[in-house]
């Protein structure tokens, strides 16, 4: 029984994925006919361990920094009639497909086979590219590893198998200090260095681009590139290096600021035969988004609908899309820049007036491809924005597309309510309300607000924590003389969920507390109201028994400071302002968010304790009363005179009484 498929791994001493790449092999040990080779560099035992594991077939290297050695020790000794190598920091996700290239003979019918390696940015995993990498191969006398970094199988040659399987791979996410990562670029490109002056190829320029580029020494990268561009025009084959440096050549250019340089490169890149279709498409894209920025609007549009042109031609051949690729520079990248591209086109036929050609470019983007389209929304606003003119035309644009993208959603109801289509416009916002990224939540309930649609599609799917950002976010945004109307437009869309309506309402009543010239009866009238909501919130979210702790480790601190903000509005009907100091300051630490309001409290209550104390018995306030009537009877009468003592008097007896004190202004006026 013949050995299909040799596996080769480089091990070091990085323990933290060796395995989790080994454990991702072993489906491919135990379904078809392989072995596994371990060229082993490093000096840790426990690794040596680990590897023992999985394999005997374990190769002592002494790391001498050369890759291609290192790889080659490996590939001496394979047996396999396939080869295929990885490192110890990737692991595979699936490898369903590559188990079947084997059973299922296909692998007779090629030479090569690339697949994926996705690499991250970002140690979430939030942010990555994919890039097709040449790791498996036909295992014929004549290949070996060359270069001593960033190493590669040669030949490579064709037919080529295109596999989607790819490799997770976090080897280019920041670790270390910046010194450490200076030094693995300087390790780097002094071998590279070395090897470009003992023979220097287009790969090796390709290479050394990389790692200028990567310590932002672009001058040195173009350099390098523009090098590697006339060494790769000797070569009879197009390799993938070359097609990279043909697409980064304008992007470092245009990183500089040389955009008219990047531009006049690229259309010159543009009419070299060697330039395929996937690095036109690139080239097309990049030249569109300058164009744009330098107000060359009639070029810009012209190379806007050539990567429509070549993009649709790829779509077509998906054979031929598959193969054109330049490591990172692939069918699947200049997809990508379909978005950045086409918002170009809307931007500069905007400027050119040209109604026609931007309502056909709306229809080329992406919609559904939500990550690719999110980062342009607030272009498509300042579309909006600075063209108030095309404003129907861009609407109705919008309205003919048919897609569930919640911003292109957002524009039909905007359509359907300036041209009062209502069904139609209710039936869009309930699209775009259930799916409704947390940008879109403000324009989500204005919408709202102004059409009073229900905002249950909206809450419904989103998370109390989510809604807690939104209503802090509005809450700062808006003014305060326009709370009280927002919040009676607000409350009967949101009948079916009291406590997100609750939380509205009480971000919006702190930032109401929050104005230090609030007059005090005024902020009194506002703690209260924000005091009973919360309360209602607590009394349905909490068991009685945990209400009745007020200070309750578990509660949340806004709970608590309402229970303390409680007893003060008590205790100052009883006119205990001593109390309601001490209490205050307890407070102002349980929620510092409330210490303006609580400052505001505590000044009121430290005038009130200075002030001497004015008891008005019962007696006097019927007595008081009595006297007013008669004083108002004074004034209709206009005795002046007599109506000026009574108010005196009756001052004393009611101290305070705001009626009595405008009546003795009026009676001011007559005798002065």
Same mark, same amino acid.
């Given at each position: 029984m013949k050995l299909q498929l040799t596996i080769s791994l480089l091990v070091s001493d990085r323990k933290e994925t060796l395995k989790r790449c080994l454990d991702s092999i072993l489906p491919l040990l135990e379904e078809i006919n392989s072995e596994l080779i371990v060229v082993f560099t490093g000096k840790n035992p426990d690794i040596l361990e680990t590897v023992k594991q999985y394999t005997s077939h374990i190769i002592p290297f002494t790391w001498c920094n050369d890759f291609s050695k290192a790889r080659n020790a490996g590939l001496i000794e394979a047996k396999g009639e396939w080869f295929l190598y990885l490192d110890d920091d990737e692991w595979f996700e699936n490898v369903n497909e590559i188990i079947q290239f084997f059973k299922s003979g296909e692998y007779r019918e090629y030479r090569t086979a690339t697949y994926v390696q996705r690499n991250y940015d970002?140690?979430?995993?939030?942010?990555?590219?994919?890039?097709?990498?040449?790791?498996?191969?036909?295992?014929?006398?004549?290949?070996?590893?060359?270069?001593?970094?960033?190493?590669?199988?040669?030949?490579?040659?064709?037919?080529?198998?295109?596999?989607?399987?790819y490799v997770h791979h976090f080897g280019y996410v920041e670790n270390g200090s910046a010194s450490e990562g200076q030094k693995k670029v300087e390790r780097n490109t002094a071998l590279l260095r @070395?090897?470009?002056?003992?023979?220097?190829?287009?790969?090796i320029c390709m290479q050394l681009a990389q790692e200028y580029r990567y310590i932002n020494e672009e001058e040195t990268a173009i350099e390098y590139c523009r090098e590697g561009l006339k060494l790769a025009a000797k070569e009879e084959r197009i390799h993938i290096y070359e097609m990279w440096?043909?697409?980064? #050549?304008?992007?470092?250019?245009?990183? #500089?600021?040389?955009?008219?340089?990047?531009?006049?490169?690229?259309?010159?890149?543009?009419?070299?035969?060697?330039? #395929?279709?996937?690095?036109?498409?690139?080239?097309?894209?990049?030249i569109a988004t300058l164009c744009w920025d330098l107000d060359e609007y009639q070029k810009g549009l012209r190379h806007v609908l050539s990567y429509r042109k070549v993009m649709k031609h790829l779509e077509k051949n998906p054979e031929k899309a598959e193969r054109q690729t330049g490591g990172s520079v692939t069918y699947t990248t200049a997809l990508q820049h379909a978005m950045a591209t086409y918002v170009a086109g809307l931007l500069i036929t905007a400027e050119l007036g040209d109604t026609r050609q931007f309502r056909e470019i709306l229809t080329w983007i992406p919609w559904d491809d939500e990550k690719q389209v999110q980062k342009h929304y607030s272009y498509l606003e300042q579309l909006k924005a600075t063209h108030p003119e095309l404003k129907d035309t861009i609407l109705e644009g919008y309205f003919r597309l048919h897609t569930d993208n919640p911003y292109v959603n957002i524009q039909k109801v905007l359509y359907a309510e300036e041209n009062h289509m209502t069904a139609a416009g209710e039936q869009c916002f309930r699209i775009c309300a259930g799916n409704c990224p947390s940008e879109f939540m403000n324009q989500i309930v204005e919408l709202a607000r102004r059409n009073g649609y229900?905002?249950?599609?909206?809450?419904?799917?989103?998370?109390?924590?989510?809604w807690d950002a939104y209503t802090k976010s509005l809450s700062n945004r808006m003014e305060v003389s326009d709370i009280p109307a927002f919040l009676e437009d607000m409350r009967p869309l949101m009948n079916d969920y009291p406590i997100y309506a609750g939380r509205l309402e009480q971000s919006l009543l702190e930032k109401q507390l929050s104005q230090g010239m609030t007059e005090t009866s005024r902020l009194l009238e506002l703690l209260a109201d924000y005091c009973k909501s919360i309360h209602k919130e607590a009394k349905t979210l909490y068991r009685e028994e945990i209400l009745a702790i007020p200070d309750y480790y578990a509660l949340p601190s806004r709970y608590k400071f309402v229970f303390m903000a409680e007893k003060v509005l008590e205790l100052l009907e009883?006119?205990?302002?001593?109390?309601c100091i001490s209490l205050l300051r307890k407070a102002i630490h349980t929620y510092p968010d409330m210490s303006v309001v609580i400052?505001?409290?505590?000044?009121?209550?430290?005038?009130?304790?200075?002030?001497?104390?004015?008891?008005?018995?019962?007696?006097?306030?019927?007595?008081?009363?009595?006297? @007013?009537?008669?004083? #108002?009877?004074?004034?209709?009468?206009?005795?002046?005179?007599?109506?000026?003592?009574?108010?005196?008097?009756l001052l004393a007896l009611l101290p305070g009484d705001l009626e009595v004190v405008k009546i003795k202004q009026e009676i001011m006026k007559h005798i002065s």
């Open positions: 970002d140690w979430e995993g939030r942010s990555y590219n994919d890039a097709q990498v040449g790791r498996m191969c036909r295992l014929t006398p004549d290949i070996r590893f060359v270069s001593p970094i960033h190493e590669g199988l040669y030949p490579f040659d064709d037919p080529r198998k295109i596999l989607k399987s @070395k090897s470009y002056d003992e023979h220097p190829t287009a790969h440096m043909q697409v980064h #050549l304008p992007v470092m250019l245009s990183a #500089l600021g040389r955009h008219e340089e990047a531009i006049k490169e690229g259309e010159q890149l543009l009419l070299s035969p060697r330039l #395929l279709e996937v690095g036109q498409a690139h080239i097309h894209s990049i229900s905002l249950n599609p909206l809450l419904e799917q989103t998370s109390i924590e989510t009883q006119g205990k302002y001593s109390d400052g505001c409290l505590s000044d009121y209550m430290e005038e009130k304790m200075k002030e001497p104390p004015k008891p008005v018995s019962e007696e006097f306030t019927i007595l008081g009363n009595q006297v @007013k009537q008669v004083l #108002l009877g004074l004034v209709a009468n206009e005795q002046w005179g007599e109506a000026y003592g009574v108010a005196d008097q």
